[in-house]
């Protein structure tokens, strides 16, 4: 099968980035949950670090969701919707671009 040059670019280069992205968010919530629950210490070198640089990756996709949706009685809500979209687009969005190009 020969993929065109747009094609490519979504199933070599696109998806893997958000197959990324979900990734660190998952990482970044169960150690928030882990640090919220007093199960890791956060002044511990190597969970600060793991923190800070997990934060740094999502927190540019999260706070536009944040202006928007404002906490729900505490929860956070806005890296449920940021993995809703990310799925949305990679198995609709993507779909729509790989078959059209």
């Known amino acids: 099968m020969d993929l065109s040059f747009g094609q490519a670019i979504i ?15 998952f990482v970044n919530i169960i150690l928030s949950w882990l640090i919220s629950f007093n199960v890791v210490n956060a002044h511990n070198q190597v969970v600060a670090t793991i923190w800070r640089l997990t934060s740094s990756l999502v927190e540019p996709f999260l706070s536009p969701i944040r202006r928007i949706l404002p906490p729900f009685g505490g929860l956070d809500l ?13 198995d609709w969005v993507l779909m729509q671009l790989f078959r059209a190009l």
């Not at 199933?11 to 660190?24: K, M, S």
């Not at 806005?78 to 990679?90: D, E, G, H, K, N």
């Open 11 to 25: 199933v070599y280069f696109i998806r893997p980035v958000l197959t990324l992205v979900q990734i660190v968010l």
């Open 78 to 90: 806005s890296p449920l919707v940021l993995l809703l979209v990310i799925w949305f687009v990679q």
